[in-house]
């Protein structure tokens, strides 16, 4: 029979029973099944997620034998892969590797519990606990920007795939920016987490009565075990917070529900996502992609690389072709002329759409790190068949972007203050409402395309960028075209310089 591609949670739950001696009569037993037939199927994969998910938690809550570490991880990752699929279960692992960040300390806050409460919730940490070890919970989160709430459910997530939780979440955008970047952030974590139902912005000022206290972080849960429910209203500020339990006849989860439908209709995020590698198809189909949406919609890119959104047609394919000459020797002059001449095209049609209706806004972080492009001419995504740019090159490159900015009404490039804040992340925001990221992965040579279409939100995110980015940390376009002139000439004279250099002398 030949072998499985990858452990499947049923040849793994397999293993675990026979490690242990268990027979399947005997589970069968334990978990109230009428036959083996039906344990049977499971630990042959021939069911339903939802009947795989429902052995799961029966088993660990049946007190058969302990799992260890590892063994539980890989039993919870293979039902994950059950549930969502392994394509949709890597794009939301690439993305958890982007996100997260996995030096950040662990917090928690002291609660102060009034009322009579199920157990002994004292902390954040260990109420969010208790969400997750019960038979169904259902979050309701408002902003979460200034307390560890979002790293603790991210990391709780992470540690339970299993558990039957959802989570809704409203930010209420009310002009300060360090509040709406953390929480952008760490929001990021969620989004590629399936248990997220909706995540909303809201540009308004909190509903009338609760402006003051929505200017913290506040959690609404609603939790069952058995035939129990309980509701927790948690208020959270940097200092600590206040907890009160109470039963389903106190009806705060429901109320604090309609103000949130309220505010921010329920709506359902869209992800998608791909790894990209360095490879000539991948960077193909990046460039397409790029061009199909400029193509179809204003695209607004809050960074971007000097190597795909600023390089004027001729040297980009210069570029590729002395890359592809040093890199892949083996590929014949045919098909690197052919290559050549499909990246032309690309560049070419970018470069008229940025002459037609659409706007698009580039970036480079600081004028530290053009000042390190106008140097080394390294680029950004360091994919093996682009050379460095030459000195003559990124001379032209600097030129054609000062040219752009004089001429083009429909072209704007912004540099930030020293002291700006920087993204990993590119960012390219569609008209219709749409985010596409690049991002780099974890793993060398590896980025990751992911697109989140939420109208609301991402108008919010976009309004964010232009208002803090653009409006308060970059600086005056002015400025901007000087230091590209000061650039400029500094360049022409390393040129000059090294065209009286004799030929043995080093560059």
Not at 16 to 45: C, F, M, P, W
Not at 334 to 360: D, F, G, I, P, T
Not at 409 to 428: E, K, N, V
């Amino acid at each position: 029979m030949p072998q499985k591609p990858f452990a499947t949670f049923g040849s793994l739950m397999a293993d675990a029973l026979e490690k242990r001696g268990l027979s399947y009569a005997q589970v069968a037993r334990v978990l109230g099944h009428k036959s083996k037939t039906t344990l049977h199927r499971i630990l042959n994969d021939d069911c339903t997620p939802a009947t795989a998910e429902r052995f799961y938690r029966a088993f660990l809550e049946s007190g058969l034998c302990e799992l260890e570490a590892g063994e539980r991880q890989a039993l919870e990752e293979a039902l994950e892969i059950f549930l969502l699929g392994r394509k949709q279960f890597e794009e939301n692992q690439a993305m958890w590797r982007i996100f997260s960040r996995p030096d950040e300390a662990e917090e928690d806050v002291a609660l102060c519990v009034a009322g009579k409460a199920p157990g002994a919730q004292t902390t954040l940490k260990a109420l969010l606990e208790e969400c997750f070890r019960a038979d169904e919970a259902h979050l309701l989160v408002l902003n979460a920007c200034q307390t560890p709430l979002f790293p603790l459910l991210g990391k709780l997530l992470r540690e339970n795939r299993s558990a039957k939780l959802h989570i809704d979440h409203l930010l209420f955008v009310d002009g300060d920016a360090a509040r709406t970047a953390q929480s952008m952030r760490a929001l990021m974590q969620l989004m590629c987490d399936a248990r997220l139902n909706s995540c909303s912005s809201c540009g308004c000022q909190p509903p009338l009565g609760h402006a003051g206290p929505m200017r913290d972080d506040w959690l609404i849960a609603r939790l069952t075990r058995g035939a129990a429910v309980w509701e927790w209203q948690v208020a959270l500020s940097p200092g600590g917070g206040y907890a009160l339990p109470a039963g389903r006849e106190a009806g705060l989860f429901d109320f604090w529900r309609d103000i949130l439908r309220e505010q921010a209709p329920h709506v359902q995020p869209i992800r998608r996502a791909r790894v990209i590698s360095p490879t000539e198809a991948d960077f193909f189909s990046l460039m397409e992609h790029f061009v199909e949406m400029e193509r179809n919609q204003a695209l607004y890119v809050a960074k971007g690389g000097v190597f795909i959104n600023l390089v004027p047609p001729d040297i980009l394919c210069a570029a590729y072709m002395g890359g592809a000459h040093e890199g892949e020797a083996t590929i014949s002059p045919a098909a690197l002329e052919a290559a050549a001449a499909k990246l032309w095209e690309m560049q070419a049609s970018r470069y008229e759409n940025r002459r037609k209706k659409y706007r698009s806004t580039y970036y480079i972080s600081t004028r530290a790190e053009l000042r390190d492009f106008a140097r080394t001419g390294a680029h950004p995504m360091e994919f093996p068949f682009l050379r460095p740019y030459t000195l003559k090159e990124r001379r032209n490159i600097l030129q054609s972007i000062l040219d752009e900015m004089l001429d083009n009404p429909y072209f704007d490039f912004c540099l930030l203050r020293d002291d700006a804040a920087q993204s990993r992340m590119q960012m390219c925001f569609l008209e219709d409402g749409g985010v596409f990221f690049i991002a780099p992965c974890s793993s060398a040579g590896k980025y990751v395309e992911a697109v989140i279409l939420q109208r609301e939100f991402n108008h919010q995110l976009r309004h964010f960028f232009r208002r803090e980015l653009l409006g308060r940390q970059a600086i005056p376009p002015e400025e901007t075209r000087g230091f590209l002139a000061r650039l400029i000439r500094e360049m022409d004279n390393a040129v000059a310089l090294e065209s009286v250099r004799r030929p043995e002398e080093p560059s």
